[in-house]
């Protein structure tokens, strides 16, 4: 691998790694039901968390996950220097009003469903910038308030074609510091926005999957690395559909990466008992499932080194009807253990 | 001043200036008859920007004024290597759209009316870190889009408050390098969410005020500064009724800016010959007045140091509607001359 800062053409390799001190992730009753039940922090059974609407409970739900990523760094908020954080909500309102009691200075992001992947990247070059000595990375998403967003609202039952995915009801919270821990950051590619003309908004994986095959094949050029040099490569919330064009996509660039692969989106639920079509989807989605599972297997040791590549789809109710395509945006992280 | 990176609570101070190689702003035709007419890069009559709507305007005027700017910079697209960026339009539709095809890696940003601050913000640290040599900040907004989003229908022709603001309909871009040059950022403050619990969207300076307030006196307590030590204090867009909130909360803290204050949002529209009622407003109203009257002032070494605060009211009309109040958030970046 090439050495330096700046590698290839939309890379970092961080000299120094930035640790990931803790992790958190808490999900709404659905998640809390699927296959990765048992690697989330706490599962939420009333999916407004308390609060009177959906909004106000991803506000609450992604204050708790901070403040148990918190407790479980032994940090308080005064501690943290920068907050990265959004949400797929307009304006990120479910962020703004999330993240207001802890007075932490906010960047405030916005990537789609890459939005964690986007943060986890500005926090780790701003660790290891020396900007700061400890930074949180989050991002959330809420079944209920992204299909009052960006499609119908729920009363109307309407039937969801079976390439669309379900939003994940969670959030997910990771303390990054300069202080040595046994998992960390080694990498960034950073995505650009990538337009196939998609225009299914119900089809979101196959607007994302030419963002993430782009971020994929240009992340190996870079780094100068092959497939199996990870033990996962893991999407966000591509699903069925989107995984096809993705691995189809690469295949043409003679990358096989069919081994290694791993979508978020397609461990979350289970399709077909819980009827969520292609996959789960959402900022949240990868989120938890980065914070839980692929956290545990990191921590224990079972995988080494993965390339973290949540995808986003660039859209508004106002894009859409509109007619504007759907492009996509991705964002790759390389997390390491020395376990 | 105090040495080194991190300063007091919220702020950094760079060792290295990042320096801002050139500057570029398109506005609309109100802000083209207004009385900063003769600082703006270009001047389009059409304010969709001979596209079909309001929201394919911004995005082409956004694009536009990031090719002046790297025209201005004799640089391509390919040369930038990060473009951080950002719009107030839900899920960032306007930047999305605008900056596909330069093809650079792209983080999106969402800050209200406080995005250029944040974009400068990170693109500085970005290139102070040694992570690019050459970075974009930009950022846009448009009337109509702005009306549309948060507002009312423009066909309604309804009445606006005298404590209304006018979103301004322009985008300034900034490229920033560790090339030398004359204008330079020298530090920056970043900003919490500041709730003083005001509700009204049409009165958007009462919201942002106590985050600007906040942020300048955590800047000069940070700095260890005083007002004098700057040219200009120069806010986004609080305009009339925003000002005189800010200069009282600061006068309780034993802080008097009012002889260095100056608010872009009154600046840029002659309110009683526009009717523009408390002034101008939108991501697009500081950036224009920065990239335009401001650099221009700091070229030609009429001013030597402004600290330049955009504030954003963080809501959607979602919040809104569901009875939340509209915090605010505030941005600091400290420019400098060496002419």
């Known amino acids: 691998m090439k050495k330096g800062l700046q590698i290839g053409k939309q890379s970092l390799s961080f000299d120094k790694p930035v640790y990931i001190m ?89 990537g789609a469903c890459s939005t964690m992947g986007e943060a986890l990247s500005l926090g780790a070059m701003t660790v290891h910038g020396g900007y700061a000595d400890t930074v949180i990375a989050a991002a959330s998403s809420h079944f209920g308030g992204a299909e009052k967003q960006f499609r119908f609202p729920l009363e109307y039952g309407n039937q969801r074609p079976m390439s669309s995915t379900w939003t994940v009801t969670g959030s997910g919270a990771f303390i990054l510091s300069k202080e040595y821990g046994d998992v960390m950051i080694t990498g960034i590619t950073t995505g650009k926005v990538v337009d196939y003309g998609v225009k299914d908004s119900l089809n979101m994986g196959a607007c994302m999957a030419p963002a993430a095959a782009d971020l994929i094949y240009q992340h190996l050029q870079d780094f100068e690395r092959k497939p199996e040099d990870y033990d996962k490569i893991v999407t966000g919330d591509l699903g069925i559909v989107g995984k096809e064009i993705l691995c189809k996509l690469l295949n043409d660039q003679g990358i096989d990466i069919s081994k290694v692969h791993m979508d978020c989106g397609m461990e979350i639920y289970d399709d077909v008992e819980q009827d969520t079509h292609a996959g789960g989807s959402g900022c949240g989605c990868s989120a938890v499932t980065l914070a839980g599972k692929l956290m545990n297997e990191l921590r224990s040791g079972e995988i080494k080194r993965i390339l973290f590549v949540p995808t986003g789809a660039l859209l508004s109710t106002v894009s859409y009807n509109e007619g504007q395509t759907v492009p996509g945006i991705a964002h790759g992280v390389v997390i390491e253990t020395r376990v």
């Open 22 to 110: 803790s992790s958190a992730s808490i999900v709404g009753p659905k998640e809390g039901d699927g296959p990765l039940k048992d690697t989330f922090d706490k599962i939420v059974e009333d999916a407004t968390f308390g609060k009177d609407s959906w909004e106000e409970g991803e506000s609450e739900m992604l204050k708790e996950t901070v403040s148990l990523a918190l407790m479980k760094a032994k940090l308080k908020a005064a501690d943290v220097r920068y907050l990265f954080a959004g949400d797929l909500l307009g304006q990120l309102i479910a962020t703004t009003f999330g993240v207001m009691d802890l007075e932490i200075p906010l960047f405030g992001l916005y």
